[in-house]
T-cell receptor, first 115, second 114 residues
Framework: GAVVSQHPSRVICKSGTSVKIECRSL??????MFWYRQFPKKSLMLMAT?????????EQGVEKDKFLINHASLTLSTLTVTSAHPEDSSFYIC???????????FGQGTRLTVV | GNSVTQMEGPVTLSEEAFLTINCTYT??????LFWYVQYPGEGLQLLLK?????DKGSNKGFEATYRKETTSFHLEKGSVQVSDSAVYFC?????????????FGPGTSLSVIP
């Protein structure tokens, strides 16, 4: 149980376009989902926290107009990187926490390359 | 604010050696503590957890004990294998926070050589 699926696993896009990444909890309801960014050989940087049905809470320094997060249901959250630039290239990972659980479960990550 | 500190490595060990990765934390509330593992090119997997003081989490031969007095959660394994080569992240989740964030340490890269 507690599977989180993230799609796509890899995406290459042109500079200036937008990319949407999906995060789904397959066998549990996730009241809270998190989006992280991981730079090469670095730790995970929390970008934002989303709760189902409400606006996401962004960490300091993260542009909310650039990284749009939508948590439309208890099993789906999406991250849209708008007007992507090469510096947005990174590994993006989502995680989801189930009701009454302390641990978060992670998706397999999305490698975004902007050319 | 809450934070996690861990030895950054890289750590290189021979197969069957004893492993310790130190982790200490700072938290205002009563956090749950976790170790996550990331294999090359993959996402994170929960390795073990402890939710209160003196709890011991264990999985796949790895262990860590929640030490409130020293604010530590060191990861140990008695005999590592080549397949344990990965990056290990210590993390905490503060149940007192509004959004229950998971805060990660910088990660420790482990390489086990035959």
């Amino acid at each position: 149980g507690a599977v989180v699926s993230q799609h796509p696993s890899r995406v290459i896009c042109k500079s200036g376009t937008s990319v949407k990444i999906e995060c789904r909890s397959l066998d549990f309801q996730a009241t809270t989902m998190f989006w992280y960014r991981q730079f090469p050989k670095k730790s995970l940087m929390l970008m934002a926290t989303s709760n189902e049905g409400s606006k996401a809470t962004y960490e300091q320094g993260v542009e909310k107009d650039k990284f749009l997060i939508n948590h439309a249901s208890l099993t789906l959250s999406t991250l849209t990187v708008t007007s992507a630039h090469p510096e947005d290239s990174s590994f993006y990972i989502c995680s989801a926490r189930a009701v009454r659980r302390t641990e978060a479960f992670f998706g397999q990550g999305t490698r975004l390359t902007v050319v | 604010g809450n934070s996690v500190t861990q030895m950054e490595g890289p750590v290189t060990l021979s197969e069957e050696a004893f492993l310790t990765i130190n982790c200490t934390y700072t938290a205002t509330g009563y956090p749950s503590l976790f170790w996550y593992v990331q294999y090359p090119g993959e996402g994170l997997q929960l390795l073990l957890k402890a939710t209160k003081a003196d709890d011991k989490g264990s999985n796949k031969g790895f262990e860590a004990t929640y030490r409130k007095e020293t604010t530590s959660f060191h990861l140990e394994k008695g005999s590592v294998q080549v397949s344990d080569s990965a990056v290990y992240f210590c993390a905490l989740s503060d149940r007192g926070a509004s959004y229950d964030k998971v805060i990660f340490g910088p990660g420790t890269s482990l390489s086990v050589i035959p």
